[in-house]
């Protein structure tokens, strides 16, 4: 059946440093993918989303994912975090697991930043 | 353009009650959907609206329901509330068809007493 995990539920960093949030999903195909982030008490947020093409993509807030086939994995980066990231993160496919088009989301990846 | 709006922000309700939320996309939008967030089953799709149309349902008893209007406005309603409805409604709206993406209002927060 298809899913995505995200396998940290909460990562911490120190404002300046590099960050990347893992995702791995199961998918019959090569999905849509998507990275949304939400902050206490909002909606999502859209980062980025990847459909074809080059297997990196740029986001907005400076963040950046990569699609690797081979690993089932579209990991987000970022080289200096911000205070303002600190937020919930997650990964999503555009389809859910009977093919319908539905996102599935990840269980969340918790950021918190350190100054 | 406007984002996606969601009404009312916050809502209060008993069990046994029903509650009506309303969701508004962004302009020239036609698809609608609905997601529930809970702290232990995390973001569960409940249903999508497409040109009036529910064209996918997710895992929900038939007390969850919903409908869009002509205006692509959607608005979606709890029967019968049980505690374990109290969460946080997204709603999102999309249009590009070929590559799901879809755009998330800020959600209306749920609490059944």
């Known amino acids: 059946a298809q899913s995505v995990t995200q396998p940290d539920i909460h990562i911490t960093v120190s404002e300046g440093a590099s960050l990347e949030l893992r995702c791995n999903y199961s998918y019959g195909a090569t999905p849509y993918l998507f990275w949304y982030v939400q902050s206490p008490g909002q909606g999502l947020q859209l980062l980025l989303k990847y459909f074809s093409g080059d297997t990196l993509v740029q986001g907005i807030k400076g963040f950046e994912a990569e699609f690797k086939r081979s690993q089932s994995s579209f990991n987000l980066r970022k080289p200096s975090v911000h205070w303002s990231d600190a937020a919930e993160y997650f990964c999503a496919v555009g389809r859910d697991p009977t093919g319908r088009r539905a996102l599935t989301f990840g269980s969340g990846t918790r950021l918190q930043v350190q100054p | 353009k406007a984002g996606v709006t969601q009404t009312p922000r916050y809502l209060i309700k008993t069990r046994g009650q029903q509650v009506t939320l309303s969701c508004s996309p962004i302009s020239g939008h036609r698809s609608v959907s609905w997601y529930q967030q809970t702290p232990g089953q995390g973001l569960q799709f409940l249903f999508e609206y497409f040109s009036e149309t529910q064209r996918n349902k997710g895992n929900f008893p038939g007390r969850f329901s919903g409908r869009q209007f002509s205006n692509s406005r959607s608005e979606m309603n709890v029967s019968t509330l049980e505690l374990g409805d109290s969460a946080l409604y997204l709603c999102?709206?999309?249009?590009?068809?070929?590559?799901?993406?879809?755009?998330f209002g800020p959600g209306t927060r749920l609490t059944v007493l």
């Open positions: 999102a709206s999309g249009w590009e068809e070929s590559t799901d993406t879809q755009y």
